[in-house]
């Protein structure tokens, strides 16, 4: 089975500060780790994924996540956040050994970045 | 590149008639499609996996009379909200898997059902 928590319904900063977006996750065997943004009434906008290879992964928008496998983690972080990042971000996990493509979501956390 | 497209965007139907949904891979060939709903504030739950010329598979608790899924062509799939009650009112979103990567799910934009 697999799983994400993502601890924080909801992380508050402010613009032109550090984000950081936490999330952990459990596969029982090898994961393939992605980040998801939401905006109201859309779909997902795909930020980045973590396959293989260098650990720290650069994605769209300024965005990056950081693999730790000893920890179990995938958090997502910006540098200097922008009130356009304002959104609902959601991480999910593929269990590479499991048959299929199936993606478990966590539950989400909310963005408020204020100007 | 990579694009998903949902139609309707959005629908209001009265109780007890059905809707369909329609979710195409524009310019790739989706050999797997998803179909997720989410409930306001929530998270994606997946309703179901279909392949292209087979019958879907459900998830757990996920009603196979009631959400009917056909996925006819490797860039077309539906999804038929048959007798639909105001409980079934939610957000709806596909994805499609099988494109320029094989790693990623790429992501329709949704459809928002109320029933009436």
């Known amino acids: 089975a697999q799983s994400v928590a993502q601890p924080e319904d909801q992380v508050k900063v402010a613009e032109g500060n550090p984000l950081t977006v936490k999330c952990t996750y459990s596969v029982s065997g090898n994961p393939y780790l992605f980040w998801y943004v939401q905006y109201p009434n859309r779909g997902l906008q795909f930020l980045l994924k973590y396959i293989t290879g260098d650990n720290l992964v650069k994605g769209s928008y300024g965005f990056e996540a950081e693999f730790n496998k000893s920890q179990t983690s995938f958090h997502l972080k910006k540098p200097s956040a922008l009130v356009s990042d304002s959104a609902l971000y959601f991480c999910?996990?593929?269990?590479?050994?499991?048959?299929?493509?199936?993606?478990?979501f966590g539950g989400g956390t909310r963005v408020l970045v204020k100007p | 590149g990579a694009v998903v497209s949902q139609h309707p965007s959005w629908v209001i139907c009265k109780s007890g008639t059905s809707v369909k949904i329609e979710c195409r891979s524009l310019?790739?060939?989706?050999?797997?499609m998803f179909w997720y709903r989410q409930f306001p504030k929530q998270s994606l739950m997946l309703m179901a996996t279909s392949n292209e010329g087979s019958k879907a598979t459900y998830e757990q608790g996920v009603e196979k009379d009631k959400f009917l899924i056909n996925h006819a062509s490797l860039t077309l799939s539906t999804l038929t909200v048959t007798s639909a009650h105001p409980e079934d009112s939610s957000f709806y979103i596909c994805?499609?898997?099988?494109?320029?990567?094989?790693?990623?799910?790429?992501f329709g934009p949704g459809t928002r059902l109320t029933v009436t």
């Open positions: 310019d790739f060939q989706a050999t797997t």
């Open positions: 994805s499609a898997w099988g494109g320029y990567s094989s790693y990623e799910q790429y």
């Open positions: 999910a996990v593929r269990d590479v050994e499991a048959a299929g493509n199936k993606l478990t």
